[in-house]
């Protein structure tokens, strides 16, 4: 039995249903970088690390960064942001965000190390040039329409700012 796919899927599940769950959208933003997370331990796990760097810095660092950023952009003066100090199931949440973090940490140390040991690896295994070729020739459609959604919700992000202001 894979254990580690078991925890980081379950973390993955349970962190998307919170996610389109919650009614605040800061809370909802915490669940998607459970998510993003998640993720990123599977990829460890699939021994990828590169893909898990991705994860970590292109979604969980800059996509994420966005999103907060367009959330506050969005929220009015006049509203408050409900108080959610004292929810327990908020607090929960984090508690297992911290431990699926020390746990993500252990697995990525493990699988570095297991990399490295490694003494026959693919010629060109992680080097830049390897992964843009796969980008733009054989991913470019993939890559293409990823930047064409962020664009389309930049562009209404800011299609709502201005209609609120």
Do not use: C, W
């Not at 919170?18 to 459970?34: C, E, H, Q, R, W």
């Not at 980008?135 to 209404?156: N, P």
């Amino acid at each position: 039995m894979d254990y580690y796919f078991i925890i980081f899927a379950i973390m993955a599940v349970g962190a998307g249903i919170f996610t389109i769950t919650v009614k605040d959208a800061l809370p909802s933003a915490l669940g998607l970088l459970t998510v993003f997370i998640a993720l990123a331990a599977l990829y460890l796990h699939l021994h990828a690390p590169l893909i898990a760097i991705f994860q970590v810095s292109i979604y969980a660092g800059a996509i994420l960064v966005l999103v907060v950023f367009v959330i506050m952009l969005l929220i009015t003066p006049d509203e408050e942001l409900e108080t959610t100090q004292k929810n327990v199931s908020y607090r929960a949440m984090g508690a297992i965000l911290g431990a699926y973090l020390i746990a993500l940490l252990a697995i990525g140390l493990k699988g570095i190390s297991q990399l490295v040991a490694q003494k026959n690896l693919p010629e060109g295994f992680g080097h830049p040039k390897a992964i843009g070729m796969l980008f733009f020739k054989q991913y470019i459609l993939h890559f293409e329409m990823a930047s064409v959604l962020l664009l389309v919700a930049l562009v209404a992000a800011i299609y709502l700012a201005k209609k609120n202001a």
